[in-house]
């Protein structure tokens, strides 16, 4: 059996952050294609969408909040259940840590083996890893469908709209800015990682982030998105990559293809249309193996794990 090499192994350059203001006290904290964290500033507090991976990480989240406001961080908001989101929430001493039904079931299900799996893939966002205290992340607050967060007199609404990224993605919409933040069931310029993805049902959960018509997004990756015509730019991005990845998937397993046979296919019409994006090379083989299973008719993703992570290697380079 090969040893792994992803592309994310060899991937340790900083990047540059920014903190983009998007709206009213709405803030975008994004890092040129690594994972991003929405800042939400009501009366009476903060809420953070999107922890990061390590506690040490989220000081400078923590930082640059206070570069804006004294106010503290009531709320720690997960998008979905990932471990680079989720286990710097620590971190914030939030009086809520809050997440879908869904994510809390994911994380039941895979969440020690989603961080193991990541941290071994991609050791540059786990820096100060040894910050990350014993156990899982565990939200406080869940919900089915949606619930609304009080800042004082700013209300915040949670929504998980469908599935797309993974089963459990919640966006946070800030009606009196028409405001969204999406997590990663919206990426510009940064390919989608979609090893857990639910492939099918993500455009019908991208018209329904684009029925709130939001001035300004703050996506999963890449740079906050402001006006009309760069939230419509993001959201068709993020369509095409995910329908162009599941239709070359689809077409070969429809012609008896074999993984190693259908990455290639694939390979063939994404990369010239999303090679330079952000994480590409990272996320590709784990893009295909989940795009075969669900053409295979595999509706629910499989749990990663390192020995998952090496057969799927194996069985790209045999």
């Known amino acids: 059996m090969s040893s792994i090499a992803f592309a994310s192994t060899g991937d340790l350059s900083d990047k540059t952050v920014s903190l983009t203001e998007i709206g009213p006290d709405l803030y975008a904290y994004t890092a040129e294609g690594d994972p991003n964290t929405g800042i939400i500033i009501g009366d009476d507090g903060c809420m953070v969408i999107d922890a990061q991976a390590t506690p040490a990480m989220a000081e400078d989240v923590i930082a640059r909040v206070r570069s804006v406001t004294d106010k503290p961080i009531k709320y720690v908001v997960l998008s979905h259940y990932h471990a ?73 609404k949670l929504f998980h709209l469908g599935a797309g990224h993974t089963a459990g993605d919640i966006v946070a919409w800030v009606p009196d800015a028409e405001v969204m933040f999406t997590g990663d069931l919206v990426e510009y310029h940064s390919a989608c990682y ?111 794990t390192a020995d998952r992570d090496r057969e799927m290697w194996a069985a790209l380079q045999d």
């Open 84 to 156: 680079v989101r989720v286990l710097g929430a620590s971190a914030y001493n939030a009086q809520g840590i809050i997440a879908s039904n869904a994510t809390y079931d994911l994380i039941v299900e895979r969440g020690e083996q989603d961080k193991a799996s990541e941290i071994g893939r991609f050791p540059r966002l786990f820096r100060g890893e040894n910050s990350i205290p014993e156990g899982l992340t565990w939200p406080t607050l869940t919900f089915e469908s949606g619930m609304s967060v009080f800042l004082g007199k700013r209300e915040v």
């Open 194 to 304: 979609c090893g857990d993805a639910h492939l099918r049902e993500w455009p019908q959960t991208l018209d329904a982030i684009l029925d709130f018509q939001p001035k300004a997004i703050a996506p999963g990756r890449g740079d906050a998105l402001q006006g009309e015509r760069q939230v419509r730019e993001a959201v068709a991005m993020t369509r095409d990559f995910v329908g162009t990845l599941y239709g070359a998937a689809e077409l070969s397993v429809a012609r008896g293809r074999s993984l190693k046979e259908t990455f290639a296919a694939t390979r063939d019409v994404m990369d010239p249309k999303f090679g330079s994006f952000a994480i590409y090379e990272h996320c590709l083989p784990f893009n295909v193996s989940r795009a075969f299973d669900e053409a295979s008719g595999i509706d629910h993703p499989v749990t990663w």
